[in-house]
């Protein structure tokens, strides 16, 4: 009966988060990374370039969010990590070696430049990474399941007090791939993540593919399964 249970939980939260938002995303390597070594936080704002990729990126989130709340994001970048990718990843592209281990903070003034189309800038907020981890092991689905709350409200409450978190962007010679990891946590056993490889075509950024993905456990109970982000050109 734990067994059927336990099945049931899982293949509910996974059914579920495909209706809801299918483009949120997990990586557990991204805390963990950041626990093992503190990465050098650049003085350097984001340029408008960055801030354009970093917007398609998003763009994602907020469409499924729906105003329902606002999608939270990390106030600093993930470093850069090859040893995290697919061998594969990327590989039709020259990649500027950047500064590796460096990383960048996200200003309230760049709210502006990362929410898309008519979106209002309260539909983003940024948060300080440390402190929202404990945000999102407090509203953890697989917590609230245990105390009784029904899936689909566990899940939506998880949900929005999830975290993403963008990594650093690497370009190539000509400027026209890019590549970042993106992150989504929302439990334990919440989420996904992958690296996105983006294009620039007539000076727009758009997602061209992903590699790299890690996902929630399959068999564990109340594990919430979520699609990588698509591949639309704005």
């Known amino acids: 009966m734990l ?22 995303l997990f990586s557990s390597l991204g805390l ?35 105003g329902k709340h606002p999608v939270i994001l990390a106030m600093r970048t993930l470093p850069f990590h090859l040893e995290d990718m697919d061998a ?8 500027d070696e950047g500064a590796f281990g460096e990383v960048h903070r996200f200003r309230p003034e760049d709210i502006h430049a990362l929410v898309s189309g008519k979106m209002k800038v309260s539909t983003l907020k940024l948060v300080d990474p440390e402190a929202q981890a404990k945000e999102v092991a407090d509203n953890a689905p697989d917590k609230a399941i245990h105390k ?53 075509k007539d ?13 929630a456990q399959a068999d564990s109970p109340a594990s919430v399964f979520l699609n990588p982000v698509s591949t639309n050109w704005p």
């Not at 249970?5 to 996974?14: A, E, Y």
């Not at 936080?41 to 340029?47: F, N, V």
């Open 148 to 200: 009784g709350k029904s899936i689909s409200a566990a899940v939506e409450n998880g949900f929005a007090h999830g975290m993403v978190q963008l990594g650093e962007i690497h370009v190539d010679h000509e400027h026209l791939h890019a590549i970042l990891s993106v992150s989504f946590s929302c439990g334990s056993l919440c989420g996904n993540g992958t690296t996105v490889i983006l294009e620039k």
């Open 3 to 24: 067994r059927e249970n336990r099945i049931w939980v899982g293949v509910s939260c996974r059914f579920l988060a495909g209706l809801v938002v299918p483009l949120f």
């Open 203 to 215: 000076g727009h950024w758009g997602i061209k593919g992903h590699c790299s993905t890690s996902i």
């Open 88 to 95: 594969d990843c990327g590989k039709n592209f020259h990649m």
């Open 32 to 66: 963990a990374k950041q626990a093992e070594t503190k990465p050098i936080i650049s003085d350097k704002p984001l340029t408008p370039d960055e801030l354009a990729a970093y917007r398609v990126v998003l763009g994602d989130f907020m469409d499924n969010a729906k």
